[in-house]
Every structure is written in C-alpha cells, then in structure tokens.
C-alpha cells in the first residue's frame, strides 16, 4: 500500500509539540516481540492499537485518553468504542492510521497486520510496537513492555502487583487440591469437530492457573478434536467459551449425554472475553473459572 504525501505528512504533525522540548528518560529504544529497536523520541500521545487485546492492555495503563484508533472488533472498555477505526477483518489501512497523526502502533502479527502494515508505516516514520500474548506470562510482560513505550511505568508496576496478588489467592485456596480434567470449547465447525486451546496458549495457561488439567495436553496438527474424541477422554468438567444456551445446546448433542460432566452438571459457560483475549481480563477469568473446577474450595 502507498500512502499519499498527505498522509505521510501528517503523522508528525501531532506530535512535533511533544519532541520540541527534551524529557529526561526520552527519547528511548524499546524491543519488541519481533526483536526490532523502536525509536520513541517523546511519550506517544496519539495510539493506534489494533487488537482488542493490545487495547485492553493499554487501558489498564491508563491510556484510553491516548487512544486515537482502533480496529473494528474492539468492543472493551466502553470509552473506546467509537474511536475512529483503522480497518477490520478484510484488512487494515496504514493511511488511514497516518491521517490519524499517530506517533504510536501497537499490534499483534495476526490477521497479516505485520505483514500488511510494517512496511507502509516504517516509511511514514510512525513507530510501530509489535506485542505477543503466547501466555499469561507473556500479556505480564506485555504490560511492563508497553509501560516503557509509553512511560507508564508506575501504572504498571501498581497493575502487575494487583493481577499477581489475585492469582496469588486464587493458587492459595487450590493448594494440594487434585486438577480435574477440563475440556474447553472454543468454537464449532457445525461438523462434529470442535475447537479448543492449544496446550501453550494463554487461554489453557488459564485453566491450568484455575486448578485445571486439560483433557487433551497434547495436539498434533490444528487444535480440533472430534465428538469422539471428547467421548474417549470422558472430562471432568466441561467449559464451553460462549453463552449459557450454548453450553445447554452441548448437552444434547448425540452420546454426550453420557458423559459424566453432563450427567454431574458439570457443564458451564465461560464468557468468551475472558479467557480468548489476551489481555488482564485474563485474570479475571482465572478467578471465574477456579470455582466451576473447585466447588468445594470456594463454597
């Protein structure tokens, strides 16, 4: 994509006030997740996240203000929505995010943003920071890595503290307490197979931080199992990531109803926002998910 004169013109524009006078502790080299140094001469006041993810993460460091553009499926928190939007799931638009007067990007390489958007972006001058959320380890070290870009610092180091003091608890109350075995539904083909998380995702990394084991901890090839599958590895206890319907739909389907889950009400329906995007919600999820897997520990 070629951006017009225009657009390239307009990425400093915004933030040339910001450079003009020297800041001790900028201008900074930040690494990110693709090993590249990024240049921040001043703290970025114009931010274009895409993800809502990386927006998530932003917010929890007090940075919606900063916030100039999102991508279409943003839809947390609720001051966001209705930022002016970079692009979607056909794509994104590097002018589009030049006419913004962005002195920071943030993103994930997904969906071909990395691909689509470096290039275009790194000839206009706008920095670009590319975070991943392989596990929940990583969305913490996301928060510190995005506090350096943004000098955010403090906000960071009182968040990081709150998220691990709650998982902290949650650990606490589940010491010496057997896993049972969870098999997670993330999505349906509507043809008898069904997706799940992968053993190394932070949305597994969840369940185990739950009290969980996963029922399938090893996956060769997509991260699908089959109905039949799921029957042979008889689960404890079943999540479906959606609605309540939808966990009652599974309980119907031909042969689960003699699985114990089912037979033991052991089905539940997890919001899919807490456990699919990477971001501090992540703990929050933890907190809802460890009293379906251990009724006895939080009653």
Do not use: C
């Not at 043809?191 to 949305?203: A, E, N």
């Amino acid at each position: 994509m070629r951006l017009t004169r225009r657009a390239i013109l307009a990425a400093p524009l915004f933030s040339a006030a910001g450079r003009a006078q020297a800041m001790p502790g900028w201008p900074r080299h930040v690494e990110d997740a693709l090993g590249r140094g990024v240049f921040l001469p001043a703290p970025p006041q114009r931010i274009v996240a895409i993800f809502a993810s990386n927006v998530e993460l932003l917010a929890a460091l007090g940075m919606v203000p900063r916030i100039v553009g999102i991508e279409a499926y943003t839809r947390f928190p609720p001051e966001v929505v209705g930022k002016p939007l970079v692009g979607g799931r056909l794509g994104f638009s590097a002018e589009a995010i030049a006419r913004l007067g962005a002195d920071l990007v943030v993103m994930t390489p997904a969906r071909q943003a990395a691909g689509t958007l470096l290039d275009p972006l790194g000839r206009a001058g706008i920095p670009v920071l590319v975070v991943e959320h392989r596990d929940v380890p990583q969305v913490f070290a996301n928060i510190a890595l995005l506090a350096e870009a943004t000098g955010t610092e403090a906000e960071a180091a009182v968040l990081l503290e709150g998220l691990r003091a709650r998982l902290a608890a949650v650990a606490a109350r589940l010491a010496g307490r057997t896993r049972p075995r969870v098999y997670l539904e993330v999505s349906s083909t509507g043809r008898g197979v069904f997706g799940i998380p992968r053993p190394d995702s932070y949305t597994a990394d969840a369940v185990r931080l739950a009290g969980g084991a996963l029922a399938f901890p090893v996956l060769h090839g997509p991260a699908q199992v089959s109905g039949e599958a799921v029957l042979r590895a008889e689960p404890d206890v079943i999540l479906l990531a959606g609605t309540a319907a939808q966990a009652e739909a599974l309980t119907r389907r031909p042969g689960w109803e003699g699985l114990r889950a089912v037979r033991e009400g052991r089905v539940h329906a997890v919001p899919r926002a807490l456990l699919l995007i990477p971001g501090p919600r992540v703990v929050e999820g933890v907190e809802h998910l460890a009293p379906l897997l251990h009724r006895h520990a939080f009653a």
